[in-house]
């Protein structure tokens, strides 16, 4: 069974792809048992044990429904922006670390899509797309409730965009790369006591999740679809799988989002005491270093996943506890809070990496 | 030529054709952001990935989204499109080939300057040599362009504060 290391790292390509798509579905069914639960209900419990079948039965009702074309619309680019919202968000997650690396004899198997060093910006530009899938979807609807949340999506995208680039300058000043493997590396180093990047990021890391949840369109800014407002804002005449598509797309970002705050502030796969586990498995239980490493890395890629969905159950419990944010307080918080913020947080990162404090 | 680079200008030259030609404005600006990924593929071929990431960031990402968000906002669609004059369309065309003519027959007998591989640096689009030569050789235009970036931001941030007396909706 040798595969050549392309097919390898085409295979984790794979895996990621499955993985992404795994997390969306049961982030639905994770969504609804945790809105039961903070508002004291039962939730889904009839499909399955626990309703752990539900994401499965709306799939299917998803799939059954009609296909509807509201007139008017144009047609090409109504099939499109659904596409197009799912691409977007399913490609971001090809550069994220999801562990480090395993090794089997000569083969070095990485566990990330793809490595490329300009990683982090890769992220970034696939976010700043994700917002055209709901700009064509709801201009193409031919109406005006989704037009203006296509509106809407798109001033509130670039505007916080600017805050969430600036609050990542902080952290590529201490870092000095682009490569989210280096940055996760970085957090983490033999023998010595050494702090994720959230010990010297707080603000930054605030600015970041805010600028998440606005990026994601996650309660409290969920202003494109505001359902009180704007019926379903961009997606009120998607039925069917189309509807579906976009569904998934705001879970895959969730995930993607959860992925990448974990790898920039919560030491990715690293976790506590590794390097002194890894050297007691070798001295006092006789494995090799590789066997030894193998086991680290696996324990990183369990510990990656669990900040994971830490992170997507708060993306969650935010939603069933906040209100909606008013159109003009989000831009307000957006343009004359967070940006002159994330301005100060570079400052004294400046600062305080001159003066030593911080490297 | 590889025909990687051949497939990506075919796409190029394809969807600029299309950005001209479209009817709809807003299919105009869809092709433009596929010639604006095109453009960044080609920018990968030449081992530039900070200026691809980049090129789709700042434009295929911020001022597209922008272009997009007033045609939506103007409505503006093949009725309302103004149709020109004839004449308006003639002396445009004439232009056009001209400026074409003249390009053809400036860069017809132009030999690429080849590169010698002794000295070629294979790193020189990578994202530390360009903030080396950012910071050390052009440091000052650098500084004066952040400068003129962080003053628009300052001035769209005071024009959104809530002035005294302004109402709350």
New interface residues.
């Given amino acids: 069974m040798t595969l050549p290391a392309l097919g390898w790292q085409g295979l984790v390509v794979l895996v990621v792809f499955g993985v992404s798509l795994l997390i969306a579905t049961y982030s639905t069914y994770a969504e609804r048992v945790i809105a039961a639960f903070l508002q004291d209900r039962v939730g889904p419990d009839r499909a399955g044990p626990f309703g752990l079948l539900q994401p499965l039965a709306d799939a299917v009702k998803l799939f059954t429904k009609e296909e509807f074309f509201p007139a008017g619309a144009?047609r090409a680019?109504f099939v499109f922006g659904p596409c197009l919202a799912m691409v977007t968000a399913l490609m971001s997650s090809a550069v994220i670390p999801f562990g480090n690396f395993l090794q089997f004899g000569d083969t070095i198997i990485h566990l990330q899509g793809i490595e490329?060093?300009?990683g982090m910006?890769?992220v970034?530009?696939m976010v700043?797309?994700g917002?055209?899938g709901i700009?064509?979807g709801g201009?193409a609807s031919n109406n005006k409730f989704s037009?203006l949340g296509?509106?809407r999506a798109?001033?509130q995208?670039?505007s916080y965009?600017?805050a969430m680039g600036l609050a990542l300058i902080a952290v590529l000043m201490m870092s000095g790369t682009?490569s989210l493997r280096e940055i996760t590396l970085q957090q983490s180093v033999a023998g010595e006591w050494h702090f994720w990047n959230i010990a010297k990021q707080p603000l930054g890391f605030i600015i970041f999740i805010v600028c998440a949840f606005a990026e994601t369109n996650r309660t409290p800014f969920d202003l494109p679809e505001c359902e009180t407002e704007l019926i379903g804002g961009y997606h009120t005449e998607y039925s069917s799988m189309k509807m579906g598509l976009y569904l998934f797309a705001e879970y895959i970002n969730v995930f993607v989002a959860s992925a990448v705050m974990s790898v920039l502030y919560f030491g990715g796969f690293n976790f506590p005491f590794q390097y002194e586990l890894r050297d007691w498995l070798v001295s006092s239980r006789g494995l090799e270093l590789v066997t030894a490493q193998n086991i680290i890395t696996i324990l990183g890629l369990v510990g990656l996943f669990a900040k994971i969905f830490g992170f997507i159950f708060f993306f969650m419990w935010v939603r069933w506890t906040l209100p909606r944010f008013?159109y003009?307080q989000l831009?307000?918080l957006g343009?004359?809070i967070l940006?002159?913020l994330a301005i100060f947080n570079i400052m004294l990162t400046g600062g305080l990496i001159t003066f030593g404090v911080i490297k | 030529m590889s025909p990687l680079f051949l497939f990506l200008s075919f796409v190029a030259l394809l969807s600029a054709l299309g950005v001209v030609l479209a009817k709809n404005p807003?299919h105009s600006v869809?092709f433009l952001?596929l010639t604006f990924f095109t453009l960044s593929g080609h920018y990968l071929l030449l081992n530039a990935?900070?200026l691809?990431?980049?090129n789709?960031?700042v434009y295929?990402?911020?001022i597209m989204?922008?272009f997009?968000?007033v045609i939506?906002?103007l409505?503006l669609n093949e009725e309302t499109e103004p149709h020109k004059p004839a004449l308006a369309k003639i002396a445009a065309a004439i232009a056009g080939g001209s400026l074409l003519l003249i390009l053809v027959a400036a860069l017809r007998n132009v030999n690429p300057a080849g590169y010698d591989p002794a000295t070629f640096k294979s790193q020189i689009g990578?994202?530390d040599q360009l903030g080396l030569v950012l910071f050390q050789q052009y440091a000052l235009p650098f500084e004066l362009a952040s400068i003129l970036l962080l003053a628009a931001?300052v001035g769209?941030?005071m024009l959104?504060?809530?002035e005294t007396g302004e109402r709350n909706?």
């Fill in positions: 144009n680019l490329i060093n300009v910006l890769y970034f530009g700043s797309l917002v055209y700009m064509i201009w037009l296509a509106i798109a001033s995208n670039i965009e600017i682009l008013r003009d831009m307000r343009w004359t940006i002159p | 807003v869809l952001i990935q900070f691809a990431a980049v789709i960031i295929a990402g911020a989204v922008l997009l968000f939506m906002f409505n990578m994202v931001m769209s941030v959104g504060k809530r909706f």
